[in-house]
């Protein structure tokens, strides 16, 4: 049972790419709150719970927030999802300050959970860093306690992204391949092994 559930954690984690193209099916907000409620099952620094979340699937959100975001910047040539293929939902992760104004790890923790949770659901998503926060906190009605952190593009992919050899250290750079495949190159093993003491079983 172990390994069966490890090989399904490998399966997602391999699913969960950054998708930028999206279909216009719509995406339930039973579902997004679905997905909020597998950060309430994750860690937290010192178990402050900071992260509050905001969700939007409905079109005058989704036509609002679209504007302030900034997309791929490896794409020097792209502008983003044109409009039949813009995301079909938002979640803005935001840090309530008045708890703390440091989230530690718990922000990148819950992100990890919600787009894990998403592959397993068939949607793609993509983390966004690059956004005009005062656009969202208005769009929102964010007060000023209320940080936005992240924003999260959800929807059911229109494109295919995959795991691709890394040829050198300079090699970090996505990239659409001949088939319009969206192409991530990543680190082999034997290159992020520090260290391995096979002596004592490590």
């Known amino acids: 049972m172990g390994m069966n559930e490890f090989e399904t954690l490998k399966t997602l984690l391999g699913r969960d790419r950054s998708i930028r193209r999206?279909?216009?099916?719509?995406?339930?907000?039973?579902?997004?709150?679905?997905?909020?409620?597998?950060?309430?099952?994750?860690?937290?620094?010192?178990?402050?719970?900071p992260l509050v979340y905001a969700l939007a699937n409905e079109p005058h959100l989704l036509d609002a927030v679209f504007p302030a975001l900034k997309w791929a910047g490896y794409y020097k040539d792209w502008d983003g999802p044109s409009e039949s293929e813009r995301p079909a939902a938002y979640i803005v992760q935001a840090l309530d300050t008045d708890i703390t104004k440091n989230p530690l790890c718990d922000d990148g923790i819950q992100l990890q959970a919600i787009?894990?949770?998403?592959?397993?659901?068939?949607?793609g998503g993509c983390i966004i860093k690059s956004f005009n926060a005062q656009t969202i906190r208005e769009v929102f009605a964010m007060p000023d306690n209320i940080?936005?952190?992240?924003?999260?593009?959800?929807?059911?992919?229109?494109?295919?992204?995959?795991?691709v050899p890394q040829r050198d250290r300079?090699?970090?750079?996505?990239?659409?391949?001949?088939?319009?495949?969206?192409?991530?190159p990543k680190r082999p093993l034997s290159d992020i092994i520090f260290s391995v003491n096979f002596e004592h079983g490590l």
Request: charged share 15%; proline share 4%.
């Open 22 to 49: 999206f279909r216009q099916q719509p995406v339930a907000t039973a579902t997004l709150l679905d997905l909020v409620e597998l950060t309430r099952l994750c860690a937290s620094g010192a178990n402050r719970q």
């Open 115 to 123: 787009t894990l949770g998403a592959a397993a659901l068939g949607l």
């Open 147 to 163: 940080v936005p952190l992240y924003v999260l593009a959800l929807g059911f992919p229109a494109e295919t992204s995959l795991l």
């Open 170 to 184: 300079a090699d970090i750079f996505y990239y659409r391949d001949g088939e319009d495949r969206q192409c991530v």
